[in-house]
Each structure stands twice: as structure tokens, then as C-alpha cells.
């Protein structure tokens, strides 16, 4: 009777119409043999092998319950404790106490996916990864492990992959909000934008008071140049984000236009006598930047320092422009500038990456130490860091911050090409080689892979770089 009051159940609903389609006509089997051959149905759609199911149906969905194969009261102790942990944000001790939790217990899912959550917190992705992916093997309708690693995957830039698993997850939990936001911000970084408002629409259904989808949408509408809807989305995201003081409500006001300035209106033409229209400058110069008008944006984000030169946002974004038109020695004073007023870790990883452009190692170096100072710890960092540091001859650190760099995003090739370069001046030519053809097998596009393929070949040859 004890192991009867501990029992678990995973619960996932799917709508008959999208279960209808993908498992079986219900409504053709007779009365007395649908629960027997939905139970059959759902363990040969889903590759259920373990535990327990029961599959019922009401008028608009199938409602799948699954019990895992065993429980133990001392696992569930562990596991309890583990959640105290974790509230407290004490993610190694809550670690520690899953895994006591899985070595008395080691198929109830709920411990290998809070263990996949605790990495996450800790930012161990491919830890996390491993667990989430047992989670699901034990229970393939843990939707909740299907949207956290989508979300892992999400974040190594796999969006393709990521998509399908945060898609498995919306089938068997179609009404969360949070999945149809994160395929709305993959079908927006994929460009594929009627699917992303879709999402976004959905997900402002689902959660009216969340600014997140409406700044979506903004985004989306911003870069087809529907000023109007644009704005709208904007707005709605300045009352809803913390009464207009929250970080998206800070961009949004930002990014607010009005229209698109005609091609050849000068910007000296432009009167200054408010601080709405001084922030109309910043915004019609953004407006220019989106679209690639990089000549334009930096003459709009000048004309709008020459009224206020405190505004250390305003110095990042002329920057930003600069680099992106090759004025990086300009750039590189905007961001000194834009620092000088708030040293904040997002400008000096820009200063880094000015600095790199124009090969000044030691500059790099001392940009990108700050940076990490500061809290700025990406792949990126860590990949520019690897790079001056081997500019350097510093082979050893270089590896590192390399190793680092691939570990955080292993679609980042520039930090693997440098990776390869490092360990082949090392020695260690059979993981250079690894390196090398990673980048080779990718679907990218980059220029890397020639590059790629002229030390592979020096590398086969000779054994050296």
C-alpha cells in the first residue's frame, strides 16, 4: 500500500484532430476496443517500452497518463530534498542529491530531468543535454524535457533540431504559452516570418500580459518595414515591461519611428527642439541601421550626441554602425566613449571585437578581460580572446579560451579554426584534425572551410603546421 501512495504520473493531452491524424481513426474502432487499441496505438507512435499506460478521451482530446515502472520512498526523499536545494539556487547540493535520488531509482524521469534543469541553471549544456535526453528515453512524453532541450539547442544555435523538439512538446501540452513563444523566436531568426507571427499571435493569447511576444512581432514588422504595426507591437511592449522601466521597454522606446526619412532629406534639415524629437533622431537612425543604411544611421546617431553626449547607448549604437561600414578606428572611439560614461561588459566585447578587426592583440587581450570582469562570458569572448592570445604566441592560454569557446557553441568555426591552429603549433595534430573537419562537415557557408581545407591538407602531408 506504501508504493501505492508514492505512485507517479506523467500526464500529456493531445487534440483528437492531430491525434486522429498521426495514430489512429478513433472514432472507426468499436466501443469496446478503444481503450485497449489506443494504449497499442500510443506505445507504438511514441516508442513507450516502459511503464504503465492508460489512454482516455473526452470530446476534444486524448488524455495519455503514464506511470513509471517503480518507486521508492528513500528516492523521493532525495528528490524532495534536491528541490529545496534548488529553490535556494544551491544547484550543486540539489545535483548531488538527484544523483543519490537516481542510484536508489534509476528510472523515474522526473529525477533525470530536474538534473537536466539544475546543469541548464548552471549553464553545463551538454550535461544537461545528456539528462533531459534520458528523461525522454524513460518517458518520450515528458513534454517538459522536449522543450528544455529545445531550448538548449535553441541557445547552440540548432534551430532546425531545437524546433522539432519544442514542436514534439507543444503536441503533448498545446496550450503553453512559452512553446509557441520560443517557435515564434525561431521562426524569426529562420526568416520564415507568417510562421513566427503566427506564434507570436498564439502566444499573446495564451499570455496578454507578457511583453515578450509583442516585442517579437515589433521585430518582425520593424524588418519587413511596416512602421505602423511596428510601433504598435512597441508601444505595447513599454506598457506592459515593469510600467516602461523594464530592459525591453528601454529598447522599445528606442526603436519607435515614425516614418522612414526620404532618401535624400538631409539630416542637418532635421529641427531639434524637444526631447521627442531628439529621440526620434536615435530612432529613424536605427530604423536606417536595420536596413543596412549604415551612412545614414551614423549621421542620424552624430546629430543626435551633438544634443546629448552623456548617453552611453547612443555611443554604443554609432559604433556598432561604424564597424559595420569599416570605420573601425571610429568605432573603437564611439565604444571608449560609450564606456567612459558606463563601463558595462557588452561594450568592451564590442571594443574587443573592433580592436580584432584592426590587429591590435594587446588592445584585445585587455578589452576582453575586462569583458569577463564584468560578467560578459560568451562564446564569442572566449573565441577572440583564443585568437590574440595565439596572435601572441601564447599557445597554451589560447586552447583554453579556444576549448571554452567550442564548449559554449560548438557551431562557432572561427573559434575551432583557431582551435586547430593552436593545437597543431602543440603537437596535438589528431584533435587539430578533429577540428578541421568539423568545420569541413558543416552545412554553413563560410569562408572558413577553404582556410579549413589548406591546414587539413599541410596537416596530412606533413604532420605540421
Known amino acids: 500500500m506504501a508504493e501505492k501512495k508514492l505512485r507517479k504520473v506523467v500526464t500529456a493531452k493531445i487534440g483528437i484532430k492531430p491525434f486522429n491524424d498521426q495514430i489512429i481513426e478513433i472514432d472507426s474502432l468499436p466501443e469496446s476496443e478503444r481503450d485497449e487499441n489506443l494504449v497499442a496505438a500510443v506505445k507504438n507512435k511514441f516508442g513507450v517500452e516502459t511503464g504503465d499506460i492508460v489512454v482516455t478521451m473526452n470530446q476534444k482530446n486524448v488524455i495519455i497518463k503514464w506511470y513509471p515502472p517503480k518507486t521508492a520512498r528513500q528516492a523521493e526523499q532525495f528528490h524532495n530534498q534536491a528541490i529545496a536545494y534548488a529553490k535556494k539556487k544551491d544547484f550543486e547540493k540539489a545535483i548531488e542529491s538527484w544523483m543519490n535520488a537516481i542510484s536508489i531509482n534509476s528510472q523515474d524521469p522526473d529525477y533525470h530531468y530536474f538534473l537536466g534543469v539544475a546543469n541548464f541553471e548552471l549553464k553545463n549544456y551538454d550535461e544537461a543535454s545528456r539528462y533531459l535526453q534520458q528523461t525522454l528515453k524513460l518517458c518520450p512524453l515528458y513534454h517538459r524535457a522536449s522543450l528544455m532541450l529545445g531550448l538548449i539547442l535553441y541557445k547552440k544555435r540548432k534551430f532546425d533540431v531545437a524546433k522539432k523538439f519544442i514542436q514534439r512538446s507543444l503536441l503533448f501540452n498545446p496550450n503553453n504559452g512559452y512553446t509557441y513563444l520560443a517557435l515564434g523566436n525561431i521562426y524569426s531568426i529562420l526568416r520564415n516570418y507568417k510562421k513566427g507571427i503566427a506564434m507570436y499571435e498564439h502566444t499573446i493569447k495564451l499570455m496578454p500580459e507578457d511583453p515578450r511576444p509583442y516585442m517579437g512581432l515589433a521585430k518582425i514588422y520593424s524588418l519587413e518595414g511596416n512602421i505602423q504595426k511596428a510601433n504598435e507591437y512597441f508601444r505595447r511592449v513599454i506598457a506592459l515591461d515593469g510600467n516602461g522601466k523594464g530592459a525591453l521597454a528601454k529598447y522599445a522606446r528606442r ?168 593545437l597543431s603549433r602543440n603537437g596535438e595534430i589528431e584533435r587539430a584534425i578533429e577540428q578541421l573537419e568539423e568545420i569541413k562537415a558543416t552545412k554553413v557557408n563560410t569562408p572558413l572551410k577553404e582556410k579549413a581545407d589548406v591546414l587539413l591538407d599541410k596537416l596530412l602531408g606533413s604532420g605540421i603546421d
Open 255 to 422: 526603436a519607435v519611428v515614425t516614418e522612414m526619412p526620404a532618401e535624400k532629406e538631409a539630416v542637418s534639415s532635421i529641427i531639434v527642439d524637444s526631447d521627442k524629437n531628439l529621440e526620434e533622431l536615435y530612432s529613424v537612425g536605427y530604423a536606417h541601421y536595420i536596413a543596412g543604411d549604415h551612412i545614414r544611421a551614423e549621421a542620424f546617431y552624430k546629430k543626435y550626441l551633438s544634443m546629448k553626449a552623456d548617453d552611453d547607448f547612443v555611443w554604443f549604437a554609432l559604433g556598432e554602425t561604424q564597424m559595420r561600414s569599416g570605420k573601425c578606428d571610429q568605432a573603437v572611439a564611439s565604444f571608449k566613449k560609450a564606456i567612459d560614461i558606463d563601463a558595462k561588459g557588452l561594450y568592451y566585447k564590442e571594443l574587443a571585437i573592433a580592436f580584432d578587426l584592426i590587429e591590435s592583440p594587446a588592445d584585445v587581450r585587455a578589452a576582453i578581460e575586462k569583458a569577463l570582469n564584468l560578467g560578459k562570458k560568451d562564446h564569442i569572448i572566449y573565441a577572440l580572446g583564443g585568437k590574440n592570445l595565439l596572435a601572441e604566441g601564447k599557445q597554451t592560454e589560447a586552447i583554453e579560451m579556444l576549448d571554452e569557446a567550442v564548449k559554449l557553441n560548438k557551431n562557432n568555426f572561427l573559434a575551432r579554426y583557431y582551435l586547430a591552429v593552436a
